[in-house]
């Protein structure tokens, strides 16, 4: 299933910390070295007096050193002709737009790489997916000013990546952008809007978008065969809820502080949902034509999951209600235009105008369970 499954360090972190406190803090008195964990290479110069309390139970080895799984630091790119050349409409990316530049990144790449460190002008930005979880999510890589070049751990937590950036060896979890060890332990990640679509959605959305480059490599084989239908997530070992199956992907987020799933079976028969939740009036939107980077041998080949997003439906003031039509095209009953998987109205009274995306993303549920076990899945929690 995965090359670096062959050799596995199953190496539990232990550390006796202050477990009242929701950090542990330093003293001044105690060298930084004593305060190591057991098992922890001394390749780290982590500060590992700082760290969430808990945290150093519930990481593994994923039985690869640091950066064994190498991040992509200087990216480049292609036209969408040029990458027509070897992904099929149905290939997975993760799509991305910043100050009018639109990014997509492959999943065959990401599978290889987990993390792109990129530029849109400025702005530093990190393009990050973990397979074990089927996480795609993007952050912006500064923290008080400083940019960061963010890299794979090789350690794993609830079988998300952690990341850790090479400014302050922080370690960094890629579930959730927080920081869990290190100088920037308690700081966060700003998350930003990005949708896991088809190469062929991305190309009709940006025209002029651009794709990440293979770099003269061979992508596109997927070292996870079979992982997305396996009931046993590779090293985790947290608890399961039987209200989904553990790798049942979901279109998860945490908006208005309630955590809420949409499984991607309802959404596939459904096609769109009209909710609300806390005062957001949102909209789950879900189309056909994505293939799963993490079911056949070939990305390419493997079954039809689909992609969904997670919307706002208040466009001027008007709350918007959505449906989806016999012949597969999504209508807002006020004027009936047309929209698509970005939000975006392409024909009709409102062509042209956009919705806000939320932040909701596609994860497998054991994933999303073991970060957010307070959350409500439509369809089992809310008819």
């Known amino acids: 299933m ?81 990458a027509g050349t070897w992904l099929q409409p149905q290939s997975p990316v993760i799509a991305f737009e910043l100050d009018g530049i639109a990014r997509a990144y ?23 997916f973990c397979p074990l979880c ?27 990546l952690i990341m850790w950036d090479e400014q302050t060896e922080s370690w960094w979890q890629q579930f959730t952008g927080e920081g869990i ?20 959605a991305f190309s009709e959305q940006f025209p002029d978008g651009q794709v990440l480059s293979r770099s003269g490599r061979n992508y596109g084989s997927n070292p996870y065969v079979g992982y ?26 945490l908006l208005a502080g309630q955590a809420m799933a949409y499984p991607f079976p309802i959404l596939a028969e459904l096609g769109v949902i009209n909710d609300q939740i806390g005062e957001r009036q949102v909209v789950a939107i879900w189309q056909p034509g994505a293939t799963s980077a993490l079911d056949e041998s070939s990305i390419d080949d493997s079954r039809d999951v689909g992609m969904a997003a997670l919307y706002n439906r208040e466009l001027d003031g008007q709350v918007l209600t959505f449906r989806l039509e016999s012949d597969g095209k999504i209508l807002d009953d006020a004027t009936g235009s ?31 369970f073991a970060f957010r076990p307070e959350t409500e899945v439509y369809g089992i929690d809310v008819p």
């Not at 790449?109 to 530029?119: F, K, P, Y």
């Not at 999510?137 to 500064?142: A, D, E, G, L």
């Not at 998350?191 to 679509?197: A, D, F, G, H, Y």
């Open 2 to 82: 995965r090359q670096r499954m062959i050799q596995i360090a199953l190496l539990s972190l232990t550390y006796v910390g202050l477990s009242a406190l929701l950090f542990a803090i330093p003293s001044t008195s105690k060298a930084q070295s004593e305060c190591r964990p057991q098992g922890i290479s001394s390749i780290w110069e982590t500060d590992f007096c700082l760290f969430q309390v808990g945290v150093f139970d519930e990481i593994l080895s994923g039985g690869v050193p640091r950066d064994g799984i190498p991040p992509i630091d200087s990216p480049t790119f292609e036209s969408l002709e040029d």
């Open 106 to 128: 492959p999943l065959a790449i990401l599978t290889r790489h987990e993390i792109v460190n990129d530029l849109f002008g400025n702005s530093p930005i990190a393009v990050t």
């Open 134 to 160: 089927n996480s795609a999510v993007v952050f912006k890589r500064q923290i008080d000013g400083q940019t960061l070049r963010l890299g794979v751990s090789g350690l794993l937590r609830n079988s998300d």
């Open 181 to 200: 060890v290190g100088e920037y332990t308690g700081a966060q990640l700003e998350m930003l809007p990005s949708q896991v679509v088809s190469f062929s």
């Open 228 to 253: 997305d239908s396996t009931s046993q997530p590779f090293l985790f070992r947290g608890e399961f809820d039987d209200r989904l199956p553990p790798t049942e992907r979901v279109l998860a987020g």
């Open 338 to 368: 047309v929209w698509n998987i970005f939000g975006t109205a392409i024909d009709g009274a409102l062509k042209g105008s956009q919705l806000r995306q939320e932040l909701a993303f596609p994860h497998f549920w054991f994933a999303w």
